[in-house]
């Protein structure tokens, strides 16, 4: 089964939520905190996390002007990239969002 090319989006989401639990749990002088790991979660909550990336990503996009064009060809030369980088991971799964909504 491929990755959804959003996933990379949805890890961040969850790293952020993460951290911030961490500062929390730290803050008021617990050890442990709730959120489990991003392979432990359910699918629903992977999902959510992933949707939140994909318009955060989308809205920096639209935000810094990127034409559309432009997009397409930066994502033809970042499908083979192997550095899993969040840039890249941001612009694929833009370009994929749009072209299911074209198709």
């Known amino acids: 089964m491929a990755t959804d090319p959003r996933e990379p989006l949805g890890r961040l989401v ?14 008021e002088g617990r050890d442990r905190f709730n959120l ?10 992977r999902e959510l996390d992933m949707r939140i990336g994909e318009a955060v990503a ?6 810094a002007g990127v034409a559309r064009r432009d997009l397409r060809r930066i994502a033809a030369l970042c499908r083979d990239e192997p550095s899993g980088t969040i840039a ?12 299911e909504s074209d198709g």
């Open 88 to 99: 890249t991971g941001l612009i694929l799964a833009v370009i994929d969002s749009e072209e």
């Open 58 to 63: 989308a809205r920096a996009v639209a935000d």
């Open 36 to 45: 489990s790991p991003w392979e432990e979660r359910d699918d629903w909550q």
């Open 14 to 27: 969850h790293d952020t939520r993460l951290a911030c639990e961490a500062d929390r749990a730290a803050a």
